[in-house]
Every structure is written in C-alpha cells, then in structure tokens.
C-alpha cells in the first residue's frame, strides 16, 4: 500500500501540464546559424529556473522514514544551470518547504503503532546542492526535430532543518538552540519541453538521501532519512535573442541544412558557368555576325544587303523564287487524338512530393508526343496540387511537375517551341481538399491540346 501511494504521488507531480506538441521546429529558432563543431560560443549556456511541487519523507528506494504515515507538503525550489555540453549541464539547486508525517497508519493485523511521538513537522528551511545533468534524449531522428529532454541527475549538497514533535498536545522542539545541518545526495530524473528560445517548462522528481537520522526528530529504524520532491516549474535561458539554447542544439538538422546549403552553392557555382559559357556564345555571335540576317556570316557573305526572308545560296546571293503557291495542311484533332491524352493523364504518376515521373507513366507519354511530332500539335501542360504544404512550396511542386512533363515530351522528340508549362499550385481546385479523394483529384496535370 506504501508504494502504490507513492507511485500515484509520483506520477502526479510528473504530469502536471503536459503540451499537445512536445515537438519544437529549429527553423522558428534565431537566425544565427550554428555549426556542429564550432564549440559552445554560439549557443546560450546559461539558465535559471524556478518551480514548485510536493515535498514528502518518501523515496522509492528506501521507504519512508521512522513514522507510519507520511504526508505530502508544498514545496517551492529554484536553481542556476550551466550547459557545458549539448547532453552534459551542471545545475545548483535551492529547495524549501516543509515535510509532515505521523503514526495514525495501522501496522499488519490492524495493530496500533506504539510510538514515542503522534506526530512531526520539520521545516526545511534550505537545501542547497550541485548536481550534474545528463540530457538522457533529445532529438526525435523521424522528423529531424528537437524533442522532449528526458534527464537525469545526481550529486551533493547541504540541508538545513529543524524538527518539531508532537506527543498528545505537546510541541517538542527537537533542537531549541539552532538549526541541523547535513550532507544530502540528491538523484532525480526529469522531462523538458521547449516553449520558446527563452522558456521551457521543467518537470521533474528528486529523491533526497542524508546522512543522519534527524529529519523527522526520532530514530526508530536503522536506516537513515531521506525526503523527495516532485515539481513543475519554468526555465528561462540567459543570453543574447539572437542565440539558441545549447541543450536544445539539434546537430542532425544542422548537418542536413549544411549539406543543402552546400548543394544550393554547387548550384549557383554551376548558374555560374552557364552564364560563363552564355557571354563566351555571345562572343561567337560577334564573330559569325550576320548583318542582313540571311543566314550567312557577313566573313563569307558574297552579297551583304540581302532583304529580310528572302532565300540564298552559300555565298548570301539570292535564289531564283519558286512561284508554286504553298499547300496549306491543316491538321484536325479527332476523338482519337484526345483519347491518347486523356490516357496520358490518367496513367501520369510522380513520386511522392516529387518532380520525378515513374516509368510506368512513359508508354502513354510516349504516344503523346508521337502525336505531337506526326500531327505538329502544341500542347498546353497545367500542374496543380492540393493545400497541403506551404503555398510557394506548392506552387513550385506543381510548376516543375508541369516542366518535367514537357522535358520528357522533349527528349522523345516533341517540338519543345509547341510546349507550354505552367504551375498554378493549389489556386485552381476541382475538388474538395477537405477529403483525402478531394486532395487525390487535385494533384494533377492538365493536358490541352490545340
């Protein structure tokens, strides 16, 4: 029965105010970019916390102390931390408040306790001790995000206390001249969630252990006190706004947006060379410059001056004029040709929240653009997607679905001048994005053909 008290007292003070999302984006974090291995100058090491909870002369490992009954109290604590380590922080602790039991507990067979003293209440006047804190998890590696903290900690320190006794109505000062003081060892465990870049919400549980057996005034048994402390409280983190909480350093994220930072370089590095290689064209143009447009460069044109359209031979002369008026072939779109792309949109699947055709895709694509090479139709390609995600990521999905399409049309022949791709991202729905078929329908590309 001793235990099941105290496992419920436990989980209580554990659970007091638990957010819905214990998840904290980095990207709402600071703008300062952090590396992974540039040490701790660019975080925040520094922290206070305060908090509150449920004193009682209670721990799990060792019972409770010389009374039968213990009694849980409010308590109140505070403490400074310094992050040496993303997972490593050292933290000086300040406890206070007051710890109650008496022997109003039957013993086994509903046999009265015979005790010397009804009852005791000891004032904790201060607890002060320096433990080291081990960040046991937290990242969540599925999503690339910080998580909850769960911790652990252990170390030292002084308590200061003065038991007072009760036998019948008498109050029995245990030490009238002064206050007990002794060494205690403090291990507790603890979760942390990250409200903002300056706050986290702290909640915890320490199990106190001294050495002596004074705590509660009175030596029953031969083992020595100890008390515990379950508590919710608030962290707020000391430094510029401009710098993140090292504990809540996440170096899977850093590492994953280096890497892209990287590829976005490489790429502009290679922008770089096309436009290289574009002003280099532009310097062959000037050289095979043709002034009357004639198709022949004005080094071997023969006849400069030519007018504008007129055909020519190799040296720029003109050709003698075919009087043969042109037979015009107008080409219709039958039922037919539209079934070909109605077919290619139904097959037409990318990989998921890609740009990337899958293969099976590529035999009615292929029909397409058969018919756009034998009939010289143009075609207009419209890329659509449903709400879900950011609307510029959206419309940027739906934009190089649509160019895709085209580029593959391209590469099996088509007229890439008869092309057209458009992106319109969510703004064109033709169903409900409420429902996941709604959603299915809107992720799309749109053929017309003219």
């Known amino acids: 029965m001793k235990k099941k008290t105290f496992l419920l007292w436990a989980a209580g003070t554990l659970?007091?105010?638990?957010?819905?999302?214990?998840?904290a984006q980095t990207s709402n974090s600071s703008s300062t970019s952090a590396g992974i291995f540039n040490g701790p100058k660019d975080f925040k090491t520094w922290s206070i916390g305060v908090n509150g909870g449920l004193l009682g002369p209670v721990a799990p490992t060792g019972g409770q102390n010389d009374f039968t009954k213990w009694k849980a109290s409010a308590g109140y604590g505070a403490y400074v931390k310094w992050q040496l380590l993303h997972a490593l922080g050292i933290r000086a602790d300040y406890i206070g408040g007051k710890l109650k039991a008496d022997n109003s507990k039957e013993l086994g067979n509903d046999?009265?306790?015979?005790?010397?003293?009804?009852?005791?209440e000891t004032k904790l006047k201060w607890s002060a001790s320096?433990?080291?804190?081990?960040?046991v998890a937290t990242i969540n590696w599925l999503y690339k995000q910080n998580f909850v903290q769960i911790y652990v900690s252990a170390g030292a320190g002084l308590a200061g206390y003065n038991p007072e006794l009760m036998s019948g109505s008498t109050k029995i000062d245990y030490k009238p001249d002064g206050t007990i003081k002794e060494l205690i060892i403090p291990v507790g465990a603890g979760l942390k969630f990250k409200l903002s870049e300056v706050v986290n919400l702290d909640l915890g549980y320490t199990m106190h252990f001294l050495d002596g057996d004074n705590l509660d005034g009175y030596y029953y048994g031969g083992s020595h006190d100890k008390y515990s402390y379950g508590y919710a409280g608030l962290e707020f983190s000391l430094g510029p706004s401009n710098k993140r909480q090292l504990a809540w350093h996440n170096p899977a994220k850093v590492m994953y947006d280096e890497l892209a930072a990287q590829k976005a370089a490489l790429q502009q590095e290679l922008e770089s060379t096309r436009s290289t290689n574009a002003r280099l064209s532009a310097d062959m143009d000037k050289v095979l410059k043709d002034t009357d447009g004639d198709g022949v460069s004005d080094f071997f044109d023969k006849c400069p001056g030519t007018a504008q359209g007129v055909k020519v031979d190799g040296g720029g002369c003109d050709?003698?004029?075919?009087?043969?008026?042109?037979k015009t072939i107008v080409q219709q779109i039958t039922e037919e040709d539209r079934r070909l792309v109605r077919e290619a949109i139904q097959n037409l699947e990318f990989a998921t929240g890609k740009a990337s055709i899958k293969p099976?895709?590529?035999?009615?694509?292929?029909?397409?653009?058969?018919?756009?090479?034998?009939?010289?139709?143009?075609?207009?390609?419209?890329?659509?997607?449903?709400?879900?995600?950011?609307?510029?990521?959206?419309?940027?999905?739906?934009?190089?679905?649509?160019?895709?399409v085209k580029q593959y049309l391209v590469s099996q022949g088509a007229n890439p001048s008869r092309i057209e791709a458009t992106g319109y991202g969510e703004t064109q729905p033709i169903a409900s994005n409420k429902t996941a078929a709604g959603r299915q329908k809107n992720r799309r590309v749109e053929f017309t053909l003219y």
């Open 15 to 23: 659970t007091l105010a638990v957010p819905q999302s214990t998840s």
């Open 111 to 120: 046999e009265k306790p015979t005790r010397k003293y009804d009852s005791y």
């Open 130 to 135: 320096l433990s080291a804190v081990v960040n």
């Open 319 to 326: 050709l003698p004029k075919d009087t043969t008026p042109p």
């Open 360 to 404: 099976s895709s590529f035999p009615s694509l292929n029909r397409v653009a058969e018919l756009l090479k034998n009939k010289n139709f143009s075609l207009k390609l419209a890329g659509h997607t449903d709400n879900v995600g950011r609307d510029d990521n959206n419309m940027r999905l739906s934009k190089d679905r649509a160019e895709s």
